[in-house]
C-alpha cells in the first residue's frame, strides 16, 4: 500500500536556530524536471536584521578564538559534511538536474575546500601580515584582523559549492557571515545549516536566509551594522546601485564573479583589515 509522502518545510538559520520567516512566507521549491521537492522560508527584512544582530553578537567570541580552534571548528565541518556525502549527492541531484558523478564531484569539492581553509586559518597572518622597516628604534608590525559582519550573495547557480566557497574564506580570519542562498536551489543550504548546528560552529557565526536575493540583498548593503559585502552571486541584480547603497556606510564590497570563486588567499583577506603597532626596541 502506497502512503502519503510529507513535504518539508525548510526554515532559515539564523543565531544557531532554525526560525520560520517572521512573515510566514515560503515559496516551493522544484526538482529540475519542475517536480515539486519542498518548501522554504522567503526570508523578509527583518529576517535580515536579526540575521545581522546574531552575527553582531556573535563576532567578539569568534574573532577572539585562537587561529588553532578555528581551524579545528572549520576542519570540522568538513567531517560532517563528510558523514552526509550521500544526503547532498541526492539533493543536488534533484534540484540541479546533475549526475550521480557530477554532484558526487561537488560534494566532494565542497568538503575540500572546507580543508584547504581550514588549513589556512593559522597561517594566512604570516602571509598577509609583515614588520615594516622604519627610520628610528622601533619595530613595526602589520597584522590583519577581521572587518566584522560580513553580508553574501551566493552563487545562485551551485546550491552547495558556490555557497562553501563563499562562506568559508570570510570565517577564517574570524568574520561572522549573514548569507543568502540560492534562491532556486536552497535545499543544500539547509542542510548545511544542519551541519554547522551539530558541528562546534558557534551559534550566530553562520547565518543562512532562503528567499528571493532581489529583496534581501538591498536591506543587508543599506544595514549599518554590516560592515562588508560580498556580490558574488549577484550578477543577475542591479548590483551597481548595491555596491552605492553600501559604499554610503563605508562597505568593503567584493563585486560579482562568473561561477564558482576559486580557492584563494585573496579572498581570505578581502574582509580583513589592517592593524599596525609601533614597539620601541633599545634605549631611548
Known amino acids: 500500500m502506497s502512503r502519503l509522502a510529507i513535504p518539508k518545510t525548510y526554515k532559515l538559520y539564523v543565531g544557531g536556530k532554525f526560525p520560520r520567516s517572521e512573515s510566514g512566507r515560503s515559496y516551493e521549491v522544484a526538482a529540475k524536471d519542475g517536480a515539486f521537492l519542498a518548501n522554504a522560508a522567503k526570508a523578509s527584512r527583518k529576517d535580515a536584521r536579526d540575521a545581522v544582530r546574531a552575527a553582531r553578537t556573535a563576532l567578539s567570541g569568534w574573532a ?102 563563499v562562506v568559508a574564506p570570510a570565517l577564517v580570519p574570524g568574520n561572522t557571515v549573514v548569507v543568502v542562498a540560492s534562491e532556486s536551489a536552497p535545499l543544500s543550504a539547509i542542510s548545511l545549516s544542519e551541519v554547522l548546528a551539530t558541528s562546534d560552529v558557534p551559534g550566530g557565526v553562520v547565518n543562512v536566509l532562503t528567499g528571493s536575493p532581489a529583496e534581501i540583498a538591498p536591506w543587508l548593503a543599506a544595514h549599518a551594522d554590516v560592515n562588508a559585502v560580498d556580490l558574488a552571486g549577484a550578477g543577475a541584480l542591479d548590483w551597481v546601485d548595491l555596491q552605492v547603497t553600501a559604499a554610503e556606510t563605508l562597505k568593503r564590497v567584493l563585486q560579482p564573479e562568473t561561477g564558482v570563486p576559486a580557492p584563494s588567499l585573496e579572498r581570505i583577506t578581502a574582509f580583513t583589515e589592517t592593524k599596525t603597532v609601533w614597539h620601541p626596541k633599545g634605549m631611548i
Request: proline content about 5%; glycine content about 10%.
Open 64 to 165: 577572539g578564538a585562537t587561529a588553532y580552534n578555528r581551524g579545528q571548528v572549520l576542519y570540522r565541518i568538513a567531517e560532517l559534511l563528510e558523514g552526509r556525502r550521500a544526503q547532498f549527492v541526492e539533493e543536488i541531484q534533484q534540484v540541479e538536474g546533475a549526475t550521480a558523478a557530477a554532484a558526487g564531484a561537488q560534494v566532494d569539492a565542497a568538503i575540500d575546500v572546507w580543508v584547504w581553509y581550514a588549513g589556512w586559518v593559522d597561517k594566512y597572518v604570516q602571509v598577509a601580515g609583515n614588520g615594516n622597516p622604519v627610520a628610528g628604534p622601533y619595530f613595526n608590525i602589520s597584522t590583519p584582523e577581521p572587518t566584522g559582519v560580513v553580508a553574501i550573495v551566493a552563487p545562485q547557480e551551485s546550491s552547495l559549492l558556490g555557497l562553501v566557497s
